[in-house]
């Protein structure tokens, strides 16, 4: 019997070959084809990224004081979003920090901040966001949770105030009220309690100064005043300060003889009507010292003169403003003493158009002379909100008016009412023995330029005159533009 295999039990084993062979292809090619959809679906995913693509954006910020514009640390901040919600407490330097995913960055994602700190308000925005953003978050003192402390300091001999002086409230060691305040500031561990300094300021150029003291839940808190300037005896009075507002009034200062300070300080007035005189230039010329300032809305100037040492000095003061004569006076000074010296400037006679009595002329343009500041920030986002516009109102020949040709001015924003958009106050104000008047333009809820305009109507002729328009912006603050930015994690 032949060894060899059927023909057939030999074909059978050749059919199953191919068939194997021909499986294993078919496999190779589904893997084939699928790493090269596999390649073009991430190949369209990248030529989509940026346009309705998923992503992770940051919404960061600082929460500060609306009053003064310093962090609150300690403050609770609540993001919702999408039916969701998460909640930080912000750091000693006011900062606030979340991470969230944004499903679509063409549609973006709708959220609302809450912010709420002792003694403050609380404070709710909303936005809708496509990628990482900055968002400050001013709050509003509570009056009910705070002491405001106000008070103008003068110099007890003049009257006239003092800008640049120290003011402090401070806690007195030793006391029960003292324990109590310091036992609610260590329950907050963002506060600090070192040497019991509540709060601190320096006075304005008009001697006025406001301070706060939070309250927590105290009653009231008795507290130590200090008031202190070069040249002057520091002033120091214990009050029982409670929440809402307590005005100290005119605090007084007395000259310290022992010191070597002179102080110099006068009103300029217009010889014809007694009014004070805004703007006037005043020269400070003496051995010792070279100064200048310009006499404000009471036409009053002052300055401190240091003798160093001396005990005596002697110097000459020079008022300079356009289409006024130029008047110089001298002066003798002694360590610690306060001089007085009240002056009134004469017009310029050579000024024609106007009449017999004055020779200055009728209004004829306007001036804008000065803008503080040049750009405010919408209602809310916490900028400065305000600008004042200080007008000169001249005659023909370019000179400011007189008190005797005063003018009634108008101001407006020009265009459309727009709701919630700015407005100015006061609506109208009277020319000074200067020529000058100012508004306030106040900015609303609507970002954009605007434009501020002066007019007055003429009498007996009704002649309108008109100043230029100026445009004003406003915006949304620059990141760190009134606050410091948190530096990123």
Request: hydrophobic share 35%.
């Amino acid at each position: 019997m032949s060894s060899q295999r059927p023909q057939g039990s030999c074909f059978r084993k050749t059919r199953k070959s191919l068939m194997e062979v021909s499986m294993k292809a078919v496999y190779r090619t589904s893997v084939l084809l699928t790493m090269l959809i596999t390649v073009s679906l991430w190949g369209c995913k990248n030529n989509v990224v940026g346009v309705g693509a998923p992503t992770t954006i940051d919404i960061s910020g600082t929460v500060f004081s609306s009053n003064t514009p310093t962090p609150v640390a300690g403050a609770t901040v609540v993001l919702s979003y999408g039916g969701t919600s998460d909640s930080v407490i912000t750091g000693s330097d006011g900062s606030f920090e979340f991470t969230v995913d944004v499903a679509d960055t063409a549609t973006g994602i709708n959220i609302t901040l809450t912010a709420h700190g002792s003694g403050f308000l609380t404070k709710t925005i909303t936005a809708t966001l496509k990628s990482s953003q900055y968002l400050p978050i001013g709050l509003d003192v509570n009056p009910s949770a705070y002491a405001i402390i106000t008070g103008t300091v003068r110099d007890s001999a003049s009257t006239y105030p003092l800008g640049g002086a120290s003011v402090l409230i401070s806690l007195p060691g030793g006391s029960s009220t003292t324990s109590n305040y310091i036992g609610h500031l260590k329950n907050r561990p963002t506060y600090s309690v070192s040497s019991f300094l509540l709060d601190s300021t320096t006075t304005l150029a008009n001697g006025t100064f406001t301070m706060e003291i939070n309250m927590f839940d105290l009653k009231s808190l008795s507290a130590t005043l200090t008031v202190s300037k070069a040249g002057f005896k520091t002033y120091q009075v214990v009050h029982n300060f409670v929440a809402g507002t307590n005005s100290f009034g005119n605090v007084l200062l007395q000259i310290d003889n022992s010191q070597s300070i002179a102080h110099i300080n006068g009103r300029v007035t217009d010889s014809q009507s007694g009014l004070p005189i805004t703007g006037v230039s005043v020269l400070l010329s003496s051995t010792l010292k070279a100064d200048s300032m310009k006499t404000l809305s009471d036409g009053s100037y002052s300055f401190d003169l240091n003798l160093q040492g001396l005990s005596s000095t002697t110097g000459t003061l020079t008022f300079k403003l356009n289409s006024y004569q130029d008047t110089t006076v001298s002066f003798a000074a002694n360590a610690g003493q306060t001089i007085t010296d009240d002056v009134s400037l004469t017009a310029q006679t050579s000024v024609v158009g106007g009449d017999s009595s004055t020779g200055r002329g009728v209004a004829r343009s306007f001036a804008l002379i000065s803008v503080t500041p040049n750009e405010i920030s919408i209602h809310g986002v916490g900028g400065v909100e305000s600008s004042t516009l200080t007008w000169q109102v001249r005659d023909s020949l370019g000179f400011p008016i007189d008190i005797n040709h005063r003018d009634t001015v108008y101001f407006e924003i020009s265009g459309p009412p727009v709701l919630g958009g700015a407005y100015v106050t006061p609506a109208s104000g009277i020319t000074d023995g200067s020529g000058e008047v100012l508004t306030t333009v106040n900015s609303g809820t609507v970002a954009g330029t605007i434009q501020v305009i002066a007019w007055l109507r003429r009498e007996p002729t009704g002649e309108i005159i008109q100043s230029s328009p100026y445009s004003c912006g406003r915006r949304l603050p620059r990141p760190g533009a009134f606050l410091n930015r948190p530096s990123a994690t």
